[in-house]
């Protein structure tokens, strides 16, 4: 069964006030090269077929919130 | 005039609405469960705060899915009176009722405090009331108001933005923006003007036990909406 491996973003233009919180945490930790840290979302769908605009549809209604996020996917596995 | 309290599993302010429109507005109000799909005999809709879902996937979304929502909509653009307050207001945004979008505040705390806000427009039933800068209890981690710079001007343009956080004077201050909302907004309208959601809390604050009264002039909207 293929899975759908969805990435949520948020816009980048807006603050991501909990990456900049783990971006500050990293250089505490002596990680002086980071620059920015940004944290996105995973969400993995196990679908018996894959019909990319089915697929998107689940994104933008659901899955992300388009007002404030970017989303891309990938198929893994086989593709029925 | 009877409200429908709309009850999500982890709404948490769904007692103090009722209370608020009961007791102190003097309308009906009863409790609706989410699953609900008719919402035939009621007058208009509170959408409370809380946690509705646990914030699974983002504040407000999973509730936006819910089927009682097919009816919020329908009042909505019916013209009827919808609220929707801290958790209300996420779940409002997130079902494409209202503009714009909620996320965590700028200083990454959970901010539980008074607030001063003044009305951005008079002319709305939400608002009407409202005749100076009121003190309204915040209580949210997740209340940083965001809209694309189009959205923006369409919000301005078209008298949406009901409330502003500002100093005692009524100036948005940067300082007296709790969350690092986009331009100081706390709440906006619909384009028609009545639905409104906005972060901070009315239903806390109608009587002088709990600290003010001020949340009373906002609710009013529910009778000048209906009572038009």
Redesign the interface.
Known sequence: MPSVRVYVR?KPS??D??G??VGEALKNLGYAEVEDVRIGKLIELKVDTVEDSRIREMCSK??A?P??EDFTYEVVGEKA | MKIAVVRFPGSNCDQDALKALTEDLGLEAEYVWHETASLSGYDGVFVPGGFSYGDY??CG?MAA?ATVMNEVRRFAAEGRPVLGACNGFQIL??SGIL???L??????RFICDDVYLTPGTRRSPWTEQVDRTVTIPIAHGEG?Y???ADGLKALHDNDQVAFRYTNALGEPTPQSNPN?SVDNIAGVLNEKGNVLGLMPHPERCTKSILGGTDGLKVLAGYLALVGA
């Not at chain 2, 996320?103 to 990454?108: D, E």
Request: proline share 3%; glycine share 10%.
């Open positions: 948020l807006l603050l006030s909990a900049r919180t659901l899955l919130n007002v404030i | 996937l983002r979304a899915a945004c997130e503009p714009g979008a996320l965590q505040n700028v200083g990454r940083r965001v809209i694309d690092g």
